[in-house]
């Protein structure tokens, strides 16, 4: 047993390290990111998962339908399978068919429910769907593995496993929308359901039936063609098979415009790392559990792979630097004072921000009774942050924007790099963008995403306010102001709701802002495609519904 | 049409920021709609004709709590006046002349810790929390498009039973004239596509088939 737990004398990293973007773009999963929580939830409450129904064609044509049981409620994933010709095949949100389409379902819809759905799914955005309808997503073939695994089976052969691990997936999915969207039920009717709390707990458990779909499919596809011959997959092979996704700069603004609730996914995961570090005496089996973790890294990094020379630097470094800390967590460090505390202490001293959040992760992991609550506390009610205290005085609040942004004040404004570029919405695809603000048309209709520099534009005016001026009475005269005002009232509140860097700036990678968010989710295998967006696989490792009872071990995550 | 609560948020706030409002008052905006839509009040056709009227620009005159416009000629903009009634807390009282559509401040009043009472033109509210109370007047008397002179006070008593948050099971089934204007607002916030921003806006495209 772990011995002693002072959390307090270890203080939380501050937010002008934790919220820079080099290393929300070094983030990694951890036992609290989302599927996780979902996973552990699924096998404490013994959901039942079914198939129910699975009408497909040779070609990949037709209707299936999986139900989950968590007791109180039914949920169901309608899913419809497509045949898609190679040149309709994309994975940008320009796309009108995909492979194959989904809709997450509150209970299960009888045959003329599916008829609506059938009517409408297939075509998603443009398709209008009810409050009965949680979540709605699409997902495309990765062609190459898709057809090695396909004829293997038909061939009764096992595929290769090097050829699975270089892609981790069958398909992966190009967005999956939740709350309201398109008609779809609000997070509002299902938030207060217990076993649909926690943040993108139905996102996550439409991508984890999706997951468990692309396996089914892919074998009944070879019993189609193989006949007698054809094999299923070898269970430890299957877990190999994650689900895909590739996201772009839609998901970007997400964390810009939830500020509070990006707080308390960042206070839950310092929380955690504070905790921990703050453990007096290791126990053996954690011990074990950090060990098992780390020596399953070094293999589960090889097969981590990216085009993306950044990426593919930081991956290298990473690798590197899990040696030294091989090296460094002797017995003896493991058995002494605060043995997680100096194994981080030497990542941040020694080894690169990846790896700096690796061991994050890492000294996390075999603490799921110290740190597994923190899970349930990563949601929020958003509207708290609504009303604005206009009885403050204008020196109140330039003293808050001094106190807690200081953010906004480190880029120069005045110089054109800082303001390079501007966000926008595209008229074509209503998705978001960044566009060259000295280049581009469209700068006037910017949206609010340049939080530093709007602050900064605040505390210019604050200063030539009278001190005693109420913030009432300022933002009547000054409503352009509002926004920024609103966003200092929350920073004040909440330590990690702002992130420390320029999201205008010419150096900006706006792939860092997702890498945060999709390691929250749970991804790992980052694989940026561009600065602009980046595929990603989710569930590598992970168990199957089949799987779940039996399953006593999280080290599935590091690819055990 | 029946459309979801986070779908009238989204539309409303892109509409009040392409009509011109600045950012924090079109949020206003949008968390207004989504008050009213909840109850079933209408927010569409009192919106659009907000929006069309570019009331927020009008020069304001603030006397203590009182508000009002600088010119005679014109009309307070019912989200810009109403965002100043909610930054004031629970002082009362306030009086805000020649508003627009004073339904639109409803949500504002009804942000504050205690109940209290609107009255404006023979009309008298309660209102607090998620709710609210027709004290005199009818339903009808919500869909004044102005009203000349908007008070609030603490009410007499606070009968206002607080009816558990409303959360329309079905969607919210919208009047389609209003909210096509706002539609024809929201347009204003997108950037059509140039060839630069087609080539570089979301990355390069590469090919998928892999």
């Given at each position: 047993m772990t011995q002693g737990c002072e959390a307090a004398t270890i203080g939380l990293r501050p937010a002008d390290v934790v919220m820079r973007l080099e290393r929300l773009g070094s983030a990694h999963q951890t036992r609290l990111s989302f599927l996780r929580a979902l996973l552990r939830r699924m096998r404490a409450e013994s959901w039942r998962i079914a198939r129910l129904r699975f009408d497909i064609d040779g070609k990949g044509v037709g209707t299936a339908i999986y139900t989950v049981d968590v007791g109180e409620r039914l949920y169901s994933l309608v899913a419809f399978g497509h045949d898609l010709a190679p040149e309709r095949r994309t994975d940008r949100v320009i796309a009108e068919e995909w492979d194959a389409t989904f809709a997450l379902c509150d209970g299960i819809p009888n045959e003329a429910g599916i008829e609506r759905l059938r009517r409408n799914v297939p075509l998603q955005e443009v398709g209008r769907y009810l409050s009965s309808e949680l979540v709605l997503a699409r997902a495309n073939r990765s062609v190459r593995l898709f057809d090695q695994v396909l004829s293997a089976l038909c061939e009764g052969r096992q595929p290769d496993r090097a050829a699975v691990e270089a892609t981790g997936y069958l398909m992966r999915t190009t967005a999956v929308y939740g709350n309201g969207k398109f008609g779809i039920a609000d997070r509002d009717l299902i938030m207060d359901r217990p076993e649909l709390t926690g943040p993108f707990r139905a996102e996550m458990l439409t991508v984890y039936l999706i997951r468990a779909f692309t396996v089914d499919l892919v074998e009944h596809l070879a019993r189609l063609a193989g006949g007698s011959r054809a094999v299923g997959l070898e269970p430890a092979l299957r877990r190999r098979f994650g689900i895909g996704n590739a996201t772009g700069l839609g998901m970007a603004p997400f964390l810009v415009k939830h500020p509070a609730l990006v707080d308390r996914w960042i206070t839950a995961r310092e929380t955690a790392l504070a905790k921990v570090r703050g453990v007096e005496t290791a126990g053996a089996r954690e011990i074990a559990l950090f060990r098992a973790a780390l020596t399953h890294s070094h293999r589960l990094l090889n097969d981590w792979l990216t085009d993306d020379a950044v990426q593919s630097r930081k991956i290298g470094e990473l690798r590197r630097d899990l040696l030294r800390l091989d090296v460094f967590a002797t017995d003896t460090v493991l058995g002494g004072s605060r043995p997680f505390d100096a194994i981080y202490r030497f990542a941040e001293a020694h080894l690169s921000v990846e790896a700096q959040e690796y061991a994050v992760t890492l000294v996390i992991e075999p603490h799921g009774e110290l740190v597994?609550?923190?899970?349930?506390?990563?949601?929020?009610?958003?509207?708290?942050?609504?009303?604005?205290?206009?009885?403050?005085r204008c020196a109140d609040l330039r003293r808050l924007i001094e106190a807690h942004c200081g953010f906004a004040f480190e880029p120069d404004f005045r110089s054109e790099e800082a303001r390079a570029r501007f966000w926008y919405v595209s008229e074509e695809k209503l998705e978001p963008r960044l566009g060259e603000r000295f280049k581009e048309p469209g700068m006037e209709r910017e949206q609010p995403l340049a939080v530093a520099r709007d602050i900064a534009a605040l505390a210019r005016v604050l200063a030539d306010e009278r001190p005693e001026t109420s913030v009432a009475r300022f933002l009547l005269t000054h409503p352009e102001h509002r926004h920024s005002v609103r966003r200092v009232a929350i920073a004040a509140r909440h330590p990690y709701s702002e992130i420390w860097g320029n999201l205008i700036g010419a150096e900006l990678r706006p792939i860092d802002i997702l890498r945060c968010k999709l390691a929250f989710f749970g991804?790992?295998?980052?694989?940026?495609?561009?600065d602009r967006w980046l595929r990603i696989t989710l569930f590598q490792g992970a168990p199957f519904p089949d799987e779940l009872a039996s399953?006593?071990?999280?080290l599935w995550a590091y690819g055990a | 049409m029946i459309v979801s609560l986070n779908e009238i948020e989204m539309t409303v706030l892109k509409a009040a920021r392409g009509a011109g409002l600045p950012w924090g008052l079109s949020e206003e905006a949008a968390q207004a709609a989504r008050w009213l839509a909840r109850l079933g009040l209408p927010f569409e056709a009192p919106l659009a004709s907000l929006l069309a009227s570019q009331a927020w620009r009008a020069d304001l005159v603030l006397n203590g709590t009182h508000l009002r416009s600088r010119s005679d000629e014109a009309w307070l903009c019912p989200i810009r006046a109403g965002a100043w009634l909610s930054d004031l807390g629970d002082i009362v009282p306030v009086r805000i002349d020649r508003v627009l559509w004073p339904i639109l401040l409803l949500p504002f009043a009804a942000r504050r810790t205690r109940p209290v009472e609107l009255a404006f033109a023979g009309t008298r509210l309660l209102t607090g929390g998620a709710t609210f109370a027709i004290r005199q007047g009818d339903l009808a008397a919500l869909r004044q498009p102005m009203a000349e002179r908007v008070e609030v006070m603490a009410p007499d008593s606070c009968d206002l039973e607080q009816a558990p948050l409303r959360r329309p099971e079905g969607g919210v089934e919208i009047d389609m004239t209003g909210w096509s204007k706002l539609q024809g607002f929201e347009a204003l916030t997108y950037v059509p596509a140039s060839l630069e921003s087609r080539l570089t806006g979301a990355g390069a495209a590469q090919s998928d088939n892999d």
């Open positions: 597994d609550g923190l899970a349930e506390q990563m949601a929020i009610d958003e509207t708290e942050g609504l009303r604005i205290d206009g009885s403050l991804a790992t295998r980052f694989d940026p495609r561009s399953c006593d071990t999280d | -």
